[in-house]
């Protein structure tokens, strides 16, 4: 596979995707989720992925599924100690983020 095809995979692949800033979901699964014990080992140490083209958003994976006639996306967060992997759907994250705005984003609206 040549590095062309597989850019063109990649745009493919973010071009309908939502986007969230990586630090509003830090501060979802801190204040929504705050305490969250892994199921499998009760760690409270999870991963949070990133998009590889653009690291300060979230990697948000395709569901496979419609709401609405609207394609749905999952969050996968990951525990650091042994691996487990959960899921969110990413529109109740996305809402709350709407909702509780960001100190980041404030702060760049009252620059404009």
Request: net charge neutral.
């Amino acid at each position: 596979m040549s590095d062309e095809t597989e850019k063109l995979s990649s745009d493919d692949l973010y071009k309908n995707m939502p986007k969230m800033l990586f630090s509003d979901a830090v501060r979802f699964f801190e204040q929504v989720t705050e305490g969250s014990a892994c199921p499998a080992c009760k760690a409270s140490k999870w991963k949070i992925p990133n998009r590889e083209d653009n690291p300060r958003l979230c990697f948000f994976r395709p569901a496979g599924l419609a709401r609405a006639s609207e394609n749905q996306y999952n969050l996968e967060i990951e525990c650091e100690i042994c691996g487990f992997v959960r899921l969110h759907r990413a529109s109740p994250i996305i809402r709350w983020t709407l909702t509780n705005a960001s100190p980041e984003l404030i702060a760049e609206f009252h620059k404009k």
